[in-house]
């Protein structure tokens, strides 16, 4: 079977809108709000074939197949690799949700939404959302759906922090949880990455204080600036040395600060073409949630005990070059579940790609997804 | 013997200026130029007994010993805690020469410095400079205090880079060298580091091309995100994980982007507090230097070639949880070394505090300083 030929095809995203106010972690009730959202295969009778996909930082709900977008990151599904028919999450037995999370630049509501009480995009103003909120959004979207119980919640980073969310806070609505490239929270270090980021944007000249978008300029020198960071922290050293190593651009030996070595090359390029397109309000809501994610905190550290109300089994899975979140960080939730003598599997996965092999096609890492999904019952 | 109560005291800066033209690796002939520096003990009449210290980064002339000056980070020496009266690097012993490399920001010509060709500050058309330049421009200095050979050259980070590099352009004038947390080139994720530092001073509105001095502002925003992140990387993982792990400032919980976290605040304190002082272009080019410092590159990636011409012997240091400058890049200088049959001793030292290792006080690593120096001829 040649995977990559088994494309979903052409898919359209749907949109849902909630008119019941939704409680914000933050204390304000977000009272009439959309979520963007792409569903593939079908739902059976019983309900029971649906798996949410949650996505990370910059992800959204356009997850598998591909969009007649004019905008070439649109294109293609982010995780077309794994999901369609015939693919390792396969859309011929499941019915697969790909949703835009509330905050999010894609179509859900998020900071340039109007806010209702203004008439004027809500700019910084817009809450800062968590991945409970998140959470709970996505359990408003699977009652939309007819879903009462997911047979899988999947996500990688921070998609794999919210299906690890899922399982505390609806306990009853996620038969199985795979939590993959994630960690049970935030390292100071990661924090630290996370500070640098923000502060690249709050402090561009251009972002106005959240309200760029009635000014008619975009903070694109922070948002490349902090998306350069990002990819520095999603590769691994080795991977970085390989790719990259000190090799020169053809022209190099300027004595300069223009670019002359590959990577600096790479990295204007990734932070470019992402200052183009995402929304700085958007990319800090989604570090502020990752920050804040801490399921244990609320049990005086103890995740055991956080994780101690799920019924779901776990799928965790890590890569060994991953230094955003490490197996180790991985191995906290495993054998937090472990002493609870809760049902987790935990595949640690050897991979070039630092944090991003979780995006990457790989054989090993498919086959584990592929055969933990075809042993679930629907 | 209490270290600490033993400072060389007041000491006041000399300034060396030089007319005979410097040519430097990327063309330019620096045609009039001065060199700020300190020196700490006496000469001896064999002039024998004289150790230069090379400075990293942010780094200069005052190495020991405390200024008048009322700017506090001036004040204290930055190695204070390795040199003086019966310190590791006693100066009862030896004559310590600290020097401000040219292109810095302490005094030495750099690009605040006014261009005699145009009677306005350099900015940036101050020519970019290497390792091996300053090595040269370190070689004035020592012809004009009398010096033929230094007892030692020594550095840490930058500094061990310009330690190693004398033992190569000058292998007559230097009789050990101290390469200290220090690596034989940069890594593609090293230069990225830099990269995203350099990006963010360069796209700073008020760094006007590197002509901002006759602007009357300062690319402040751009060091502050350069030393935010620079800090990152010289502290490690667990350190920080130690000192702040997720921690959060009183009156958190405000669900914003405001400082919560505690190592948020640290990193702001440090990113303004070097905004204040440090000059943006010097941050270029000191980081540049370290991006082209490559003495392998002539020899087809061969360091043991490199090496070859080297006099000298050499004590190698590295930390255990140096993530910038790894133990395994110092190995690859100690192999280098030890292939070629050169007098080479590598010491790890085990340490929580990073990269920045090599500017505290540990008994370990300060014992093997001072028995490494107590054993060589003057």
Known sequence: MNEDSNSIGLVHSKRAHFDAPLPLACGVDLTTWDLVFETYGALNAACDNAILICHALSGHHHVAGFTDSDRPEETLGWWDNMI???????????FVVGVNNLGGCHGSTGPA?????TSRP???????????????????LADYLGIHAWAAVVGGSLGGMQALQWTIQFPKRVRHSLVIAAAPNLTAENIAFNDVARQAILTDPDFHGGHFYEKGVRPERGLRLARMLGHITYL??????????????PGAGSYGFDVEFEIESYLHYQGDKFAGFFDANTYLLMTRALDYFDPALTENGHLAVALKRAEANFLVVSFTTDWRFSSARAREIVNALVHNGQNVSHVEITSRHGH???????????????????????
């Open 84 to 94: 369609g028919p015939g693919k390792p999450i396969d859309t011929n037995r499941f």
């Open 113 to 117: 939404s109007i806010n209702p009480a």
């Open 122 to 140: 809500w700019g910084a103003d817009f809450p800062v959302v968590t991945v409970e909120d998140w959470v709970a959004a996505q359990a408003r």
């Open 236 to 249: 691994s050293d080795d991977q970085m040395a390989e790719r990259f190593g000190r090799r020169k651009r």
């Open 356 to 378: 991003d092999s979780f995006l990457m096609q790989d054989a090993h890492y498919h086959a584990i997804v592929r055969a933990y999904l075809g042993n679930i019952s629907s």
